[in-house]
């Protein structure tokens, strides 16, 4: 893939990357729409495939998550990428004459809380792999989704600190009409669990509404409350987390009013979804 890429830079074409781990649904596309946009007219659009095993923990679903590459080349030729990218695990980490790699990348400070605090391994998996591929794609602009958040700002103050000569895009969360958050694993959603899925997005929903009614801040403690007692009202919903914070420095604040960002996970059966909203 490198050698593509620096064929490309030589030519002056604009390479754009989406890193994904696959099986991809309408909010992939809508990244990789992005990324022509922003790499122009005669730019290179580059989908990266691949299920990272450093970024899960040990009981979570590496082994299970959904994975159908001959359907995901198929959609990204339907949307004119020219390019995809679906190393395996030795392409990936190497394994020199002295051993596996003992190299990784860890960001310190925007990866401590929220999913860095329930996954401790999973940021620096997340860093590990985009550094590796911002090196062996060489793109110009890499675009991430929204619903992702934290990945998000840890990506950007990645390539930030590391000088990744590149332009990293967050575009905004692509949802269900009936406002989930679309997501690979909701593919693993079996019976009612979809529809009980849909109390991450309606406790989005009613702690904007409390903080847009008030005249003046809400406590942080208060909303979270109004959202454990949301989740509680799907049997098989258990709340991992829920924080509010600053939307630029992810600092969690003692009062939410209007601008600041929550996010939660909760866990939908055997399921564990994502999903966050400005206040």
């Known amino acids: 893939m490198q050698r593509q890429a620096l064929r490309w830079r030589r030519q002056g074409a604009r390479v754009g990357l989406v890193p994904t781990m696959g099986y991809l649904h309408a909010g992939h596309l809508s990244l990789v729409r992005r990324a022509r946009r922003l790499a122009g007219p005669a730019g290179k659009v580059v989908v990266s495939i691949y299920v990272n095993p450093t970024q899960f923990g040990p009981q979570e679903d590496f082994s299970r998550y959904p994975r159908d590459l001959d359907r995901d080349v198929r959609l990204c030729r339907q949307a004119g990428v020219d390019a995809v990218f679906a190393p395996d695990d030795p392409q990936m980490y190497v394994r020199g004459q002295e051993g596996p790699a003992s190299t990784c990348v860890v960001e310190k400070t925007l990866s401590r809380g929220m999913e860095g605090a329930s996954r401790p391994a999973h940021f620096s998996g997340v860093a590990t792999v ?3 591929l911002f090196n062996l794609v060489l793109p110009d602009v890499a675009v991430f989704g929204a619903k992702d958040y934290q990945q998000a700002a840890v990506v950007k103050r990645l390539a930030r600190d590391l000088n990744f000569p590149l332009k990293v895009v967050v575009a905004p969360t692509c949802r269900e009409p009936d406002g989930l958050a679309m997501s690979s ?8 669990l979809r529809e009980q899925a849909l109390v991450l ?3 989005i929903c009613h702690a904007r509404a409390a903080v847009r009614r008030s005249a003046r801040p809400l406590p942080a403690a208060e909303l979270k409350d109004l959202v454990g007692r949301i989740v509680g009202q799907a049997p098989a919903a258990r709340l991992d987390y829920v924080e509010f914070f600053d939307p630029e420095t992810l600092v969690p604040v003692a009062r939410a009013g209007r601008g600041a960002q929550m996010a939660l996970a909760v866990f939908v059966g ?6 966050n909203g400005r206040l």
């Open 130 to 132: 985009v550094a590796k």
């Open 185 to 192: 694993r909701n593919e693993y959603l079996e019976g009612d």
């Open 201 to 203: 997005w309606r406790s």
């Open 270 to 275: 055997k399921t564990r979804l994502i999903d």
